[in-house]
């Protein structure tokens, strides 16, 4: 009896049959994944890492079609200030250390957030993710709550959602951030953390 590969042939063995692999990331999927990989190269950016006490540090890491990735590092105290990103999604990990998002919804026309993949799970209306490093309490998806980011943990996030993001520890905290489209603008909302307030037109990302 002739087997599937002696009837159809091995498609590997024709490799201009095959779809060709994606030179770009392009999906939530895929910048999680980017984020993931960083995470585990420890040597690729470890090096880079700069801490500024007076400002939060931030380096562009690289740019491709349609999106950008960023390297933060936040000292002790160090806040990002309520805001937005525009028409800009977006997905967050931390690489190392622990930091406290505070999700307050959107602007009207946003989807709010979501965790994903490794490294996230939550408690109240909406909340969805997978795996460890993130504990929250709120209404989740909606993109209300308080959620505490580990060492691993993912966050999604589409255009309009309003978020804050402080290390409320005793120690540095690295994480990486990928826009897509590249970010443009970061409107500052109200923030009630004394000291968090930023210039509306600040757009260093966060």
């Known amino acids: 009896m002739n087997s599937d590969l002696e009837i159809a042939g091995d498609p590997l063995a024709l490799p201009h049959l095959l779809p060709a692999p ?37 380096h562009r890491l690289r740019t491709g079609p349609g999106y950008e990735m960023w390297l933060l590092s936040w000292l002790p105290g160090q806040g990002s200030g309520r805001h937005d990103h525009g028409r800009s999604s977006g997905v967050f990990g931390v690489l190392t250390g622990e930091l406290t998002e505070h999700g307050h919804g959107t602007t009207g026309d946003g989807r709010g957030a979501t965790d994903h ?11 969805t993710g997978h795996g460890r490093g993130a504990t ?12 505490v980011l580990r060492t691993g943990a993912v966050r999604v996030f589409a255009p309009g959602y309003v978020h804050e993001v402080v290390n409320d520890g005793l120690e540095p905290v690295v994480s990486a951030h990928i826009y897509a489209p590249g970010l443009t603008e970061m409107p500052q909302h109200c923030s009630s ?8 037109a600040q757009k260093s990302p966060a």
């Open 22 to 58: 994606p030179a770009h990331p392009a999906t939530v999927a895929d910048f999680a994944g980017l984020i993931g990989a960083l995470a585990a190269d420890r040597a690729a950016w470890a090096p880079l890492v700069r801490y500024d006490p007076t400002l939060r540090w931030y």
């Open 117 to 127: 993949g490794r490294g996230a799970t939550g408690h109240g209306r909406g909340a």
């Open 136 to 147: 929250g309490h709120g209404r989740g998806a909606t993109g209300h709550g308080t959620r």
């Open 193 to 200: 953390r004394p000291g968090a307030a930023r210039h509306p």
